[in-house]
């Protein structure tokens, strides 16, 4: 079975652009949830969609959106891009999206690597 | 004051000997409690999970959970240079707000030959 896969891998952006990532989610989970991870600290909380609707957001600014298509794969946003946002933005899917995370945790992808320059 | 609070390291130990990793929370409504290991350049994987007190052992890994400290730890016996990497805590509080983890910043750990 494939497991959580993110697109691009690698991406290198400027300052003010925009930039969409990808996440396609283990058949069968229908939460997807998004993390920003910086260099040197662990992932940050950015949203997490359950069939369809959001259901948390993490302290980003609204430049970060995303949403969850019927087939419960994932976008994630980022309009005006920093230098700050440079980091490797992970997407995790679950099965459920509400009460404790079961024994089987998140599942992450391999992640994008973003560079803003 | 952080959530998650995790040594930094690095924790430097022989091969062959336990190497012990602490993590604390402040959050009391905290349930889940999980194990990240994160090679570099890589996505973190989970190794274990942890939701009563006391301790879970798998393989070579216990974790071991405090609720009144507010308190987790991870031991890995016979510690391999392959199990150098990046360890990161990660704390679940289950609400209205969804299932989102807390993670610590990840003690570094390096097995020497």
């Known amino acids: 079975d494939a497991g959580v896969t993110q697109s691009p891998t690698h991406l290198i952006k400027t300052r003010g652009q925009q930039v969409t990532l990808r996440c396609s989610p283990i058949?069968?989970?229908?939460?997807v949830s998004w993390y920003q991870q910086v260099l040197g600290q662990g992932p940050q909380f950015i949203f997490q969609?359950?069939?369809?609707?959001?259901?948390g957001r993490g302290n980003f600014p609204d430049r970060f959106s995303a949403r969850q298509f019927p087939n419960y794969s994932s976008e994630l946003n980022v309009n005006a891009l920093l230098l700050g946002d440079s980091a490797l933005y992970l997407c995790?899917?679950?099965?459920?999206?509400?009460?404790?995370?079961?024994?089987?945790?998140?599942?992450f992808g391999s992640g994008t690597r973003l560079t803003v320059v | 004051q952080k959530e998650v609070e995790q040594n930094s390291g690095p924790l430097s130990v022989p091969e062959g000997a336990i190497a012990s990793l602490n993590c604390t929370y402040s959050?009391?409504?905290?349930?889940?409690f999980f194990w990240y290991r994160q090679y570099s350049g890589k996505s973190p994987e989970l190794i274990m999970s942890?939701?009563?007190?006391g301790d879970k052992e798998d393989g070579r890994f216990t974790a071991q959970l405090n609720k009144a400290s507010q308190y987790v730890s991870l031991l890995i016996r016979d510690s391999q240079p392959s199990d150098s990497a990046t360890y990161l805590c990660?704390?679940?509080?289950?609400?209205?707000?969804?299932?989102?983890?807390?993670f610590g910043g990840g003690t570094r750990l390096m097995v020497k030959p």
């Open positions: 995790a899917s679950s099965l459920q999206g509400n009460g404790p995370i079961d024994s089987y945790g998140y599942t």
């Open positions: 058949s069968g989970h229908k939460s």
């Open positions: 969609y359950y069939e369809k609707e959001e259901r």
């Open positions: 959050d009391r409504g905290s349930q889940s």
């Open positions: 942890i939701y009563s007190n």
């Open positions: 990660a704390v679940n509080v289950a609400g209205n707000a969804g299932n989102m983890l807390t």
